[in-house]
């Protein structure tokens, strides 16, 4: 199983050691940067899963830097951590930067950590299901394709309500019955 990479930003180093120490762990690669232009690196380079991000950073807001996570990366999970919380910052977090979770300075280290896990297990699911649509895509243009080139087989057949494909399987087996009478009858 690959490790998850979290990227902590933040501008201050005491809290960027407290933040890695609490979310250490064997399943978890933990990645920190100082500041915004630091931590757009440290992604560029590390492709994290998740991102925390301190609101007040030296060279630009939190906030800010997480709508460029979320423009550039956007499977990334984030989280904006803060030491002033206002409800006009965790709105525009959420909307602007579609946050996973607020958190307010100083956090509850069991709190975090689930915050962390949960975040993480989305964003598993998130591209697990990712995957799945794309397969179920693929399989939908493979029986589209099926139906054109074997028009009787799909006769009383197409997508249902679920979007499953329905096979006349009778069609079908008088389709194969006259192939093999065509091209391999013993005549």
């Known amino acids: 199983m690959?490790?998850?990479v979290v990227l902590i930003v933040d501008?201050?180093?005491h809290i960027l050691a407290a933040l890695s120490r609490v979310l250490r762990a064997e399943d978890r690669e933990i990645v920190l940067a100082a500041n915004v232009l630091d931590g757009l690196e440290k992604m560029k380079s590390?492709?994290?899963d998740l991102v925390i991000s301190d609101n007040k950073?030296?060279?630009g807001s939190g906030i800010d830097f997480l709508v460029k996570i979320r423009q550039l990366y956007p499977d990334t999970i984030r989280i904006l951590i803060t030491g002033y919380p206002d409800l006009e910052s965790?709105?525009?977090?959420?909307?602007?930067?579609?946050?996973?979770?607020f958190i307010p300075k100083p956090w509850e280290n069991d709190e975090l950590k689930l915050t962390v896990k949960q975040a993480l297990d989305y964003g598993a699911i998130l591209r697990d299901n990712r995957v799945l649509l794309n397969i179920a895509k693929h399989q939908a243009d493979l029986l589209r394709g099926l139906g054109k080139k074997y028009p009787a087989a799909a006769e009383?057949?197409?997508?249902d309500t679920m979007g499953r494909y329905i096979i006349n399987e009778k069609k079908v087996s008088e389709?194969?019955?006259e192939f093999l009478k065509q091209y391999y009858s013993k005549d």
Do not use: C, M, W
């Open 46 to 48: 590390t492709g994290a």
């Open 175 to 177: 389709t194969v019955e």
């Open 57 to 59: 950073l030296p060279d």
């Open 156 to 159: 009383d057949g197409g997508f």
């Open 2 to 4: 690959r490790k998850h």
């Open 11 to 13: 501008d201050e180093e």
């Open 90 to 101: 965790a709105i525009s977090a959420i909307n602007k930067g579609q946050v996973y979770r």
